[in-house]
């Protein structure tokens, strides 16, 4: 079974909590071996009023940032699952949902208590001039 599915169900957690406003930040990590790429870090940035995601790449040695819509994001990101990340973590207000990759490679979708207490700046910033 192709854990495709169980991530496009994740993706639309993270779009929930975007439109909801109780986004704080998403991160991919738990690579498979030692990998150049250590972490993505996905945050929410808003450029002259228009909304898009500063999706970072951190390697061993540098940074490499890109902006993208929440469609582009998901397109972007999705190929970096299982090569060379196996957990998604996404924070929210409301609670933190992980997708994960066992040793088979099927995935599943757990929340737990909430990390953050608050929405990211950009989304409480969107919140306030209601975008």
């Known amino acids: 079974m192709s854990f495709e599915p169980v991530f496009a169900e994740f993706w639309g957690k993270?779009?929930?909590?975007?439109?909801?406003?109780?986004?704080?930040?998403?991160?991919?990590?738990?690579?498979?071996?030692?990998?150049?790429?250590?972490?993505?870090?996905?945050?929410?940035?808003?450029?002259?009023?228009?909304?898009?995601?500063?999706v970072t790449a951190r390697y061993k040695t540098e940074e490499i940032e890109s902006f993208h819509t929440l469609d582009e994001a998901f397109i972007v990101l999705a190929p970096y699952m299982n090569n060379?990340?196996?957990t998604a973590l996404l924070f929210t207000t409301e609670n933190d949902i992980t997708f994960k990759l066992n040793k088979k490679r099927v995935g599943s979708i757990i929340e737990q208590a909430p990390t953050f207490k608050n929405a990211s700046d950009v989304i409480l910033e969107m919140k306030e001039k209601g975008l």
């Open 84 to 86: 060379p990340f196996l």
């Open 14 to 54: 993270v779009k929930q909590s975007i439109a909801d406003k109780t986004y704080a930040k998403l991160t991919l990590a738990k690579t498979i071996g030692d990998t150049d790429l250590k972490n993505i870090y996905v945050r929410p940035v808003l450029n002259d009023g228009v909304f898009s995601l500063s």
